[in-house]
Every structure is written in structure tokens, then in C-alpha cells.
């Protein structure tokens, strides 16, 4: 028994040693130290980063141009106004007759571009002004010799037939601005966008026919005075419309980009002439 007791002493006085501080530091021991652990290290992600687009910027850009005219209804008033007063025109209105379609002409052009941007992360939002210099013509002429004769029977008042004929109209833009809302969506180095505002631009026009009428009884009647050869034009004309269409920004360094674009225009009719325009656009711009 004393001998065990003993034994049992030994075993006890190894452990405790074992167990203290110092021998656990030589043998390199884990100890349990709750509270006094050290904290697990903090990981701190930074906010994205993306381009910055806001502030203003200008630029120059080169276009190709793409405008067709509506001349459909453009002879309608020179009709209606050489057959005034008349019953062929009350009852039957040959001023209605269509005598020239469309006319297309394309033309490259120059110009200018102003705009301001605000930036929330990856969406922009801004105004443009641009201004594009041009020259696109586009006629509908139909030949000499063309004509559309009406006759009718039994006569309308005095008149047994309505001759039109020689019939041409001419449209011609040479400078065109736009005032502009937009919005894009940054992605790295691009800014996609779209936009739409308002557009007026400048040039000429230029209608005109003939119109002849032939009288059923041998008095002149209703007949006197034609043939009459009505005509319209105006120099510095002034179009309005609007506009829509969508680009590409691409930034090369933080205040120099270039650009891309597609643009549609469309002008509210002048003396009876539609003008739609499509053109497209490269550029280049500083952004501040």
C-alpha cells in the first residue's frame, strides 16, 4: 500500500509539471487560453471602381449622311391654288392627284459636339448639344413629258379635263443641330448609351408644275388664264423634328476618348415635304 501510495504520488508531481507554462513552452504544447487569443485577422474590401465619365466634354466628329424627302403631297397646294374657285376642284379636287414620290440623296459632313455628365457608379446620365455641317440633296422630277389628265364627263362646271404635268420638287439640308438627353452604362472602359431629343436644322426647297384645264363649251368660261405653271420655294428654310439613336464611348486615357454612333431624324413636314435623316458618326472628344 505505501508503495502504491508513493507510485500514485510520482504520477501526480509528473503531470502537474507537464502541465505548468514553462514546460509546455520547451515541448511546444497547446494551452487553452480563452479570452487571450488573438483576434482572426479582418479582411477589408474596397468599393468598385469603374471610369470616370462625369464632368464635361467636347469633341469633333465626321458623318455620313443619308436624307430622304417625301414629295408625295408637295404639289397639293399649287393644284388646289390654280384651280380655286372652280367646281372641277370643289367636286372632284384634283389638287389631290399624286405627282412626285420620294427623292434620296447622301452627303458627308463635319461637325461639333458639348455635353455635361453625372455619374452614379456605372450609370451616366447626361445633356449633349451637337452641331453637323452638310449637304444633302435629294429631288423627285419626274420627265418632261410625264403628265396626269382627268376628264370628266359630263363636264364639271365648264372644265371636261384637268392636265398636270412637268411637275419637279427639290429639298436641300446643309446644317442640322440636335439638343440632346442621354444615358449609358459603364463597362470598363466603354460607355454604351442611347439618347433622344430635338433637332432643327436649315436649307431650301423648291415645287413646281403645270396645270392646264380644257372647256367643254366654246365660251373659255372657266378656262381663261391657263395653263398656269403654280411654284413654291423658300431659301433658309428652317426644320423641326426629333431624334434618336445610340453610340459608343471609348475611353483611351482618363480625358480622351473616342466615339461611334448611329443617329435617327426625323423633321416635321415643310410645305408638304417629309425629310427623314440617318447618319452615322466617328469622333473623338476630352472629357475634364
Sequence with gaps: ??????????????????LSPAVAADYDLPILRGSNQPPAPVVTVGPATFT?????????????????????????????????NTVVQQTFAPSQLQLLGNGAGN???????????????????????????????????????????????PPAGNVSSVTLTNAAGRLSLTDYGEARARAGYVLGNFLPYGFVGMVVGMG???????VDVTCALPSPGECIGYPLSPN???????????????GLDWALTPNFFLRGEFDFDQFAPVSNISLSLISGRLGAGLKF
Design 204 to 210: 431650301s426647297y423648291s415645287i413646281s408644275t403645270r
Design 232 to 246: 413654291s420655294a423658300q431659301s433658309n428654310a428652317i426644320f423641326w423634328g426629333y431624334s434618336v439613336g445610340a
Design 52 to 84: 470616370r465619365w462625369s464632368g464635361f466634354y467636347f469633341g469633333g466628329d465626321f458623318s455620313f449622311n443619308n436624307g430622304t424627302a417625301n414629295f408625295s403631297t408637295a404639289t397639293a397646294p399649287l393644284v388646289e391654288f390654280a384651280l380655286q
Design 107 to 153: 452627303a458627308f459632313g463635319g461637325g461639333a459636339f458639348l455635353g455635361y455628365n453625372t455619374q452614379w457608379q456605372d450609370l451616366v446620365v447626361g445633356v449633349e448639344a451637337n452641331y453637323t455641317h452638310t449637304s444633302v440633296n435629294a429631288a423627285a422630277a419626274t420627265p418632261s413629258t410625264f403628265q396626269i389628265a382627268r376628264a370628266f364627263i
Design 1 to 18: 500500500m505505501v508503495e502504491s501510495g508513493c507510485a500514485l504520488v510520482i504520477i501526480l508531481g509528473l503531470l502537474s509539471a507537464l
